[in-house]
């Protein structure tokens, strides 16, 4: 199954393209190579840029605020177990507290940093980072994996509280809701959401199939149109009833 998801806001539009940026920064930093080292650090320079918003530290400080107070009302619940929601306001306790501790602005290790503000206005130039044109990155580049991947760790440190607190927050929406087996009639569904408003959806579906949902929403419509890949993958609609999940999240 392929999974796809789509954010109803730009706020989660926001902590979804970090996420993203984030798994990639994850992947290349465990590389040994220094190309790889490159890609590693200049995801570093990416995420800044996406997480430039100055509120997005308190969004997320007050929306995990917001989910301990709405799971402390389930404490009563006879039905709940007791043990797991201790161990989710647990967590929600310790990632608010790391955000918190962090100071200043988001990356501003990073920005301070003259050396690296070199580099990051180099590779904005595409092959802007040769040798000849920044010898120290690439004499740096020649270090030893282990000494390049621990420095890349360093300048990311200040920012993984963040991290794990987005991290929290995707998880806690996206186990908000269940998924519900639908049918595009002739490769094209339509359902009307009433005014209720949702955050996220998330649709999967079997990879076989070969079918590419095309999705557009708001708190009104949802219209999910799937198409194909033809013989040099440009897309081609798809006139076939498509199975699918649906999964509309909501906090």
């Known amino acids: ?71 402390l009302s389930y404490r009563s619940n006879p039905n709940v177990a007791t043990e797991t929601l201790d161990a989710v306001l647990a967590e929600l306790d310790a990632v608010s507290s790391a955000l918190v501790a962090s100071q200043g602005k988001t990356g501003q290790n990073v920005r301070d940093n003259e050396w690296l503000m070199s580099i990051r206005g180099r590779t904005i130039i595409p092959g802007g980072a040769c040798e000849f044109d920044l010898p120290s990155y690439y004499a740096w580049q020649h270090r030893p994996a282990e000494q390049r991947q621990a ?67 708001n708190k009104y419509m949802l219209w999910v149109r799937f198409t194909t890949h033809d013989g040099d993958c440009k897309p081609k609609a798809l006139e076939t009833d498509v199975p699918f999940n649906l999964t509309l999240c909501n906090f």
Do not use: C
């Not at 991290?163 to 809701?177: P, Q, T, Y």
């Not at 094209?188 to 079918?211: F, H, P, W």
């Open 1 to 71: 199954m392929i999974v796809y998801e789509y954010p109803f806001n730009e706020r989660i539009r926001t902590l979804l393209r970090l996420e993203d940026l984030y798994d990639k920064f994850k992947f290349f930093v465990q590389q040994e190579h220094p190309m790889q080292h490159h890609v590693a650090l200049a995801t570093i320079f990416d995420m800044l840029e996406v997480a430039g918003r100055a509120d997005l530290k308190s969004d997320l400080l007050q929306e995990l605020e917001r989910q301990k107070q709405s799971l």
């Open 151 to 217: 420095d890349i760790m360093g300048w990311f440190a200040p920012l993984a509280p963040l991290f794990e607190a987005l991290a929290l927050v995707l998880r806690l929406l996206r186990d908000s809701g269940g998924p519900v087996k639908m049918i595009a009639t002739g490769g094209s569904y339509q359902q009307m959401l009433q005014g209720k408003v949702y955050q996220m959806l998330r649709l999967s579906i079997d990879d076989s199939l070969g079918a590419i949902p095309e999705i557009s929403a």
